[in-house]
């Protein structure tokens, strides 16, 4: 597997819809990088937020997952309390090639705020906007902002198609239109 390069990339938003909206130039005038780098693409975090909390004292259970355990807000910023943890979603809609696997990686404005992204794959042939996992590891409150850059997705293309793609074994996150929480 290789990494691809921008002009991969580039090409393949354009040609054919990987990434949309696309960027094909890092936007970075006053705001947290987004848009096209040399090997990679630097998403954007929506304005859609579900910040974790214990009010309630619910359990987090990925195999019974109760809504009780965050609160939802739509806004330019979220705050993040200390040592929690908030999920977002991606302004950009993926499709992924059947012989393409993304990996994702945080970036360094956040990571050095004690920031951490967590994104699982994109697997080959799934598509839809990203939900994205941020974690607060600092006894301080932080902020995220919304319509900024987040994290970088690197694009690694196989030598050979996959027999079995995420649309084929008709995954549980295909298609994902919001911010998705745990499915069985």
């Known amino acids: 597997m290789a990494i691809k390069s921008d002009r991969w990339i ?101 990571a050095r705020c004690g920031i951490i992204v967590n994104v699982t794959p994109f697997e080959p042939e799934w598509e839809g906007y990203v939900t994205l996992e941020i974690s607060n590891t600092t006894p301080l409150p932080a902020k995220i902002y919304a319509n900024e850059g987040l994290c970088q997705i690197l694009f690694f293309q196989s030598d050979e198609v996959c027999e079995i793609s995420y649309k084929d074994k008709k995954g549980k996150y295909q298609s994902q239109k919001g911010i998705v929480l745990p499915k069985l």
């Open 10 to 110: 580039r090409r393949m938003a354009q040609e054919h819809d990987m990434i949309n909206p696309f960027y094909e130039k890092q936007m970075r005038q006053g705001v947290i990088s987004y848009g096209l780098s040399s090997y990679g693409y630097d998403l954007r975090v929506a304005d859609e937020f579900k910040i974790f909390t214990n009010v309630n004292n619910a359990i987090v259970d990925p195999k019974h997952f109760d809504e009780k355990s965050f609160v939802t807000i739509t806004s330019d910023v979220c705050i993040v309390p200390p040592n929690s943890f908030a999920l977002a979603r991606s302004v950009e809609y993926f499709k992924i090639p059947r012989d393409v696997l993304t990996i994702c990686v945080g970036k360094s404005t956040y």
